[in-house]
């Protein structure tokens, strides 16, 4: 059973860091890049992050503008998103993806607020 469990989410100030975490199981999770999205109610769900499967090759929307960094272990199956410098804006779901396939998790909710 394909599971994405994603974790660290939370309430932050503007300006304040969050690392978040997906852990996968159920697939060859070296095998596959990953990918962190966002989503705000009513709006399309927007990248924000995809990196090769050896975490070599990193990509960010373009609101990334420096202040996050997506990064994996294979060795535990885990993918992170850290990230910086938050701004209100960035309040949203946030969700890994197995990129390129159906496998998401569940979310874990982002809020920044002063």
């Known amino acids: 059973q394909v599971q994405l469990v994603e974790s660290g989410g939370g309430l932050v100030q503007p300006g304040g860091s969050l690392r978040l975490s997906c852990t996968a199981s159920g697939f060859f999770f070296a095998s596959y890049g990953m990918s962190w999205y966002r989503q705000v109610p009513g709006k399309e769900r927007e990248f924000v992050a995809g990196?090769?499967?050896?975490?070599?090759?990193?990509t960010y929307g373009d609101f990334v503008e420096g202040r996050f960094s997506i990064s994996r272990d294979n060795a535990k199956n885990t993918v992170y998103l850290q990230m910086h410098d938050l701004k209100l804006q960035d309040t949203a779901v946030y969700y890994c993806?197995?990129?390129?396939?159906?496998?998401w998790g569940q979310g874990t909710q982002v809020t920044v607020s002063s």
């Open positions: 993806t197995a990129t390129g396939s159906s496998y």
């Open positions: 990196l090769s499967r050896s975490g070599a090759t990193a």
